[in-house]
């Protein structure tokens, strides 16, 4: 089992910055795809972001250059630095992992991030 926190939302004006951290615990993360996504009010989760184990990188269109996702295999940790946010950013953001690289097996609880103009 692996146990993921989030921490690091919060309220931020538009064109501001967040870096959101997800801690993971009660196995090692280094063979898993991680990704972060992100569920708006009435709409579906999706991801934002994902790194694999050997540290590739992928992002939806909507948050690429803006959006940068690293992993910390010694930390058992993953971060999302977020800049130039914008009010459409504003989404509850989840931490997920995945052994398989396809379907992911593990969540956080979240963490809110709001963006306002």
């Known amino acids: 089992q692996v146990q993921l926190v989030e921490s690091g939302g919060g309220l931020v004006q538009a064109g501001g910055s967040l870096r959101l951290s997800c801690v993971a615990s009660g196995r090692t993360i280094i063979y898993y795809r991680m990704g972060w996504f992100r569920q708006a009010p009435g709409k579906e989760r999706e991801l934002a972001a994902a790194i694999t184990n050997g540290g590739s990188t992928a992002y939806d269109d909507s948050v690429k250059g803006r959006f940068t996702i690293s992993r910390d295999n010694a930390k058992n940790m993953v971060t999302l630095q977020m800049n130039s946010l914008k009010p459409e950013d504003t989404a509850v953001y989840y931490c997920?992992?995945?052994?398989?690289?396809?379907?992911?097996?593990?969540w956080g609880q979240g963490t809110q991030v709001t963006v306002s103009s």
């Open positions: 997920g992992a995945s052994r398989n690289g396809l379907t992911y097996d593990y």
